[in-house]
């Protein structure tokens, strides 16, 4: 473990096992807050060691790493392997997600010697159990896919590099903002309607008394808590909404997380590591289709989206 091999030591000196490190990355505490089961305390800015954002991103990367090798993510379960891509490569004719593997090349030469190289691969998963299940090609060459996805993100990286910050954070701040505001007519719409249904269910309570409803009173009395509590939630929503526009100061602190991200990944890219570069083109690229002939679709991660739709 890189922790240990760096001579990081738990509070009582012991070394790092796997289920602490992943307790400490899914520990609220860090963010600012006390934690009791599921309820957070307000923020309290002398406990916070880490900014929500990246606290997030580790819930992503832990979330998507957990799933079925056959389940749709895009964050790789590892960064070992010889690969550029994993878990976000799907076939472009049946969807399935392409696994990444290697085949041993082999023959004597004419002068005697032996040639052996290995060679590494992209097959559909699908068309791997089944070869008629699928019309894509049975292999993909992994060199070939990986250098036009590089070249694709390197180009990408290129575009938010010649950005200026100022420019990128207002238009990708006033999407964020319009976002949101959707959302809040979207929950003030839900509200406005359990208010109509909860005027409608107290009215009917009279009517069961009178034995002039179709409703015992048990029946409504179960519908109208069900109901107070749905609108307990929406009217929760609604104020989390309220406060993100609001505080546009955080919203702010949060693009320039993201914008200060992207600058850092096109300066490093080149000189990244394979693992490094892996991860980069994780959390840019949502998923890339690959179809006969190597056509490649890239479709971008939502946020790096939003910001290149406004670069010049």
Known sequence: MLLNDKGIKTHNGSILQSN?????LKNQTYCGHYVSGDILSP??????IIDEHTFSLAQKILEQRSTKNDEKTQIARTTKGKTLLSGNIYCGHCGSIMHATSCLDKYNRKDGSRYEKRRQQYICSKKGRDSKSCEGQSVYAATKIDGAVSTVVRSYL?????????????KRYQLEIADLKIQER?????????????????AEI?????????????????????????????????????????????AMKKLDHFYDQYKQWAAEFDDETPEGRKMIICQLIREIKVSRGYDLEVVMDMNYEQFLSFVP
């Open 206 to 250: 009279s009517k069961s008394l009178t034995g002039d409803s179709t409703f015992t009173p048990d029946m409504l009395s179960m519908a109208i808590n069900n109901t107070r509590t749905d609108l307990q939630a929406i009217e929760d929503k609604l104020a989390q909404l309220n406060y993100k526009i609001n505080n546009s100061q955080g």
């Open 43 to 48: 923020h309290v800015p002398r406990l916070q």
């Open 20 to 24: 602490s490190v992943n307790r400490i």
């Open 158 to 170: 290129d575009m938010i590099e010649v950005t200026p910050k100022s420019v990128a954070l207002e």
């Open 186 to 202: 979207e929950v003030s719409q839900k509200k406005k309607t359990l208010n109509e249904s909860l005027a409608n269910l107290t």
